[in-house]
């Protein structure tokens, strides 16, 4: 397995839905990586990734995540949440509007319940085929700051629109388009070759392939990165669902399967830890 690993997609308690550990436990669980990113739902993790940072010997980062809890689409949210630290900004996941179409049901997953109800109306990001007013002034905050966007659970088109917006715009910040052969957004190949670029990285994820959502087939998977290899891939677990697997049996599981379908390990390893360092400014 390789070493120094980092992370960027992990969930634990404290969580609205139920973890299979807490995050100084699952910390205790990486001792080998490099660094890990912690998401949080509800909203920011920024506050316990610093705390936690102060005696670990794994680097600890958070951000925050633009559902409801927060208000929403907030820049207030996301300049506080950068003031203090955060790497990456989470888009809108289980309140977006597109999660509720591709997943089946808005606030949550068929695998895994909130323990909170659902807002009445799902997040876009989009208005007449434009971003929003909010997520321009979210862009206008981010701008040449040291973190990074993701795009969360936002559509194929969304992403699109967001995509474009910050090319024309000369948005100095780096685009982190998420587990993208999951439900949300399920994007397909020549979806994320339009999209690439230097700035922009493409999240795989063990979850997706995993038996708990059956969202992708591994095969599928090896098969774009063995085709496109050149692309900023980034391996992730999305790990902590209450029936799943931790981050090191997750990762070490996605490592196997990519590997067996033919995936060359010096890109493993570029995929597990020099691309998400380039992401995170830790390079």
């Given amino acids: ?10 969930h634990a308690d404290p969580s609205l839905f139920e973890r299979n550990c807490n995050a100084k436990e699952l910390l205790e669980k990486c001792s080998n990586y490099k660094a890990i990113v912690f998401k949080f739902h509800h909203g920011s993790s ?20 633009l559902n409801e809890f927060v208000g929403g689409l907030n820049p207030m949210a996301v300049e506080s949440a950068i003031i203090l630290g955060a790497k990456i900004i989470w888009l809108p996941t289980i309140h ?3 999660h509720e ?4 049901c808005l606030g949550g997953f068929d695998f895994q319940k909130s323990k909170v109800k659902a807002p009445e109306k799902g997040i876009s990001i989009v208005r007449n085929n434009d971003l929003s007013e909010n997520v321009k002034e979210i862009l206008d905050i981010m701008n ?12 194929p088109e969304e992403i699109k629109i967001l995509s474009a917006y910050i090319n024309d715009n000369k ?8 587990h993208v052969f999951f439900s949300a957004p399920k994007l397909k190949m ?3 070759k339009e999209l690439s670029n230097e700035n922009t990285y493409f999240e795989v994820s063990h979850l997706t392939v995993s038996k708990l959502t059956k969202a992708a087939q591994v095969e599928d998977v090896a098969d774009a990165l063995k085709r496109h290899p050149e692309l900023n891939w980034i391996m992730v677990s999305d790990s902590g669902q209450k029936d799943g697997y931790t ?3 997750a990762m070490e599981e996605f490592y196997s399967q990519l590997k067996e379908q033919g995936v060359l390990e010096v890109d493993l390893q570029r995929y597990m830890t020099e691309n998400p360092s380039e992401l995170l400014g830790l390079s």
Wanted: charged residues 15%; aromatic residues 4%.
């Fill in 1 to 10: 397995m390789i070493d120094n690993i980092i992370d960027i997609h992990v």
């Fill in 144 to 155: 040449g700051k040291p973190c990074v966007l993701a795009s969360g659970h936002i559509s």
């Fill in 247 to 249: 981050s090191p049996e």
């Fill in 190 to 192: 020549e979806d994320i």
């Fill in 96 to 98: 977006a509007a597109f």
């Fill in 101 to 104: 179409k591709a997943c089946g």
């Fill in 171 to 178: 948005i100095d910040t780096k685009l982190l388009i998420n």
């Fill in 46 to 65: 920024v506050e316990l990734a610093n705390i936690l940072n102060q005696s670990s010997p794994v680097d600890v980062f958070g951000g925050v995540v």
